[in-house]
């Protein structure tokens, strides 16, 4: 079975800093292309950074572009997400996501809280 088990969420001040790791399982990771999407409250889900199977041309969303950075470790099967100069509007439940638009499966999130 596919699993997805994200860690690395917390609570951080605003312009501070946090590295997201996605555990992949039960499927071939070099060969799939990865996303992290993330819900704030009361927000529907968006779309936050993508990455191709290759590592070539990772996307951004304009909001995190600039800040955020996507990358994946085949050997260890793990995608990352370093987030940095956060704002309070970052405050998410933060997914890892099969596919680069993320719309194949999921894990079940981890929350990422900034806030002074």
């Known amino acids: 079975d596919v699993r997805l088990v994200e860690s690395g969420g917390g609570l951080v001040q605003p312009g501070g800093s946090l590295r997201l790791s996605c555990a992949a399982s039960?499927?071939?990771?070099?060969?799939?292309?990865m996303a992290w999407l993330r819900q704030a409250p009361g927000k529907q889900l968006e779309w936050v950074s993508g990455?191709?199977?290759?590592?070539?041309?990772?996307g951004y969303a304009a909001s995190v572009k600039g800040r955020f950075t996507i990358s994946r470790d085949v050997a260890k099967n793990t995608l990352y997400l370093q987030m940095n100069s956060l704002k309070t509007e970052d405050t998410a439940i933060y997914y890892c996501?099969?596919?680069?638009?993320?719309?194949?499966?999921r894990g079940q999130g981890t929350q990422v809280t900034v806030s002074s």
């Open positions: 039960g499927f071939d990771f070099a060969s799939n292309a």
């Open positions: 996501a099969r596919g680069y638009s993320g719309s194949l499966s």
């Open positions: 990455i191709n199977r290759d590592n070539g041309n990772p």
